[in-house]
């Protein structure tokens, strides 16, 4: 059973540990007790803690932008009215829900520290059945963040209200949840964007990291609404030299060095020298690890995506889980576009298992 989705319609780059090989593609695998391991089954030993945004989604799905666009237009230009649409969906999303369901279904052992209201919380543990995936960090208010979603093949728009996001800061976590950050083997932190205290918050989750500490993956989301302070924080050294990875897309990587149609790993590699870490960028293309000494670059599939929303989520998990298992930065690169891919194709927009993308 996947309740998930409820539908309406029809470096400084931290050292790799040595682990387990990465997936390969093989065919007639044995069910028995002599097939091979997965290589994805050291993730069960692996506990990842994320945070810290949990939002309900509504997502309607459209024709082409090209197709919709102009009938949105006309609409507005009558003074209102209705745009029949194909389907809509409601579901658990956000950065650090997406990422923490993602990894989970991956088969990591995971805890979501954010905050919603009772549907939000409803909605993410109908998403987590049969995981591991930890939702007693999950506080539970009045409220919630909220996404209207446009939903089309080429493009998404979202309308989003960061509800108790938007004001997250360091005081809002127990002894707990700093425990759970220290012992972890991995620690994402994302949605930077929408969070007026993020700057403070992610200052106090970075000086529990370092050489010693766990992992600390940080993807700060579309900084564009707020570029300078943006722009500031990334000034913020004795953050970054704690950071092992950012992770980021050609769009939040164009708003720091110039236009997002025109960037390469190139223009990665200077961000990477200014903050001193390593950078994980991806692409509908191509995707790339960018540190000071190097660039691995690979390119990706071709797929007629039937949602977007999500996408950068579910690549972070990818890449996320590959770190913590020690492969290759190409393996790890390939994995997580294959990772996403699977989840932009999906008739359900429920992230893939161990399974599904061995």
């Known amino acids: ?6 539908r309406a319609g029809a470096s400084r780059s931290a050292a790799v540990p040595r682990g387990t090989s990465p997936p390969q593609r093989t065919a007639g695998r044995s069910s028995n007790n002599g097939a091979p391991p997965s290589p994805l089954a050291a993730l069960r030993d692996k506990h990842i803690v994320v945070l810290p945004d949990l939002f309900v989604d509504v997502l309607a799905f459209l024709p082409s932008w090209k197709k919709t666009a102009p009938r949105l237009h006309a609409i507005a230009r009558r003074g209102g009215g209705n745009l029949p649409v194909s389907a809509f969906e409601v579901k658990v999303g956000g950065n650090a829900a997406n990422l923490a369901l993602a990894l989970a279904r991956l088969g990591a052992k995971v805890d979501l520290i954010s905050e919603t209201d009772p549907n939000g ?7 987590a059945h049969g995981t591991a995936l930890g939702t007693r960090r999950v506080r539970v208010g009045n409220r919630a963040s909220m996404t209207l979603g446009l939903e089309c093949p080429d493009a998404n728009l979202m309308l989003s209200h960061a509800g108790p996001l938007a004001d997250f800061g360091p005081e809002r976590l127990g002894a707990t949840d700093w425990r759970l950050m220290k012992q972890a083997d991995g620690v994402a932190f994302v949605n930077w964007a ?5 700057t403070d ?17 940080v993807d700060i989301g579309d900084p564009r609404n707020r570029l300078p302070a943006a722009r500031r924080l990334l000034k913020e050294t004795r953050i970054w030299k704690r950071v092992g990875a950012l992770g980021l897309n050609e769009n939040e990587l164009g708003a720091f060095t110039g236009d997002p149609n025109d960037i390469g790993p190139a223009d990665a590699r200077e961000l990477a020298r200014r903050l001193g870490t390593r950078l994980d960028l991806h692409t509908r293309r191509w995707a790339a690890t960018v540190t000071l000494d190097s660039v691995v670059r690979v390119g990706a599939e071709a797929s007629r995506p039937r949602r977007l929303t999500g996408a950068g989520d579910v690549w972070n998990a990818g890449n996320m889980a590959g770190h913590v298992l020690g492969w290759p930065a190409q393996d790890r690169l390939r994995f997580a576009h294959r ?3 699977k989840y932009v194709t999906s008739p359900d927009g429920v992230p893939p298992t ?5």
């Open 339 to 341: 990772v996403a891919t």
């Open 354 to 358: 161990a399974k599904e993308v061995e």
């Open 121 to 127: 919380l409803r909605l993410l543990r109908e998403a």
């Open 194 to 198: 929408q969070n007026e205290r993020g």
């Open 1 to 6: 059973m996947r309740p998930q989705t409820l």
């Open 201 to 217: 918050l992610l200052r106090r989750v970075a000086s529990l990291h370092g050489p010693r500490g766990p992992f600390l993956y």
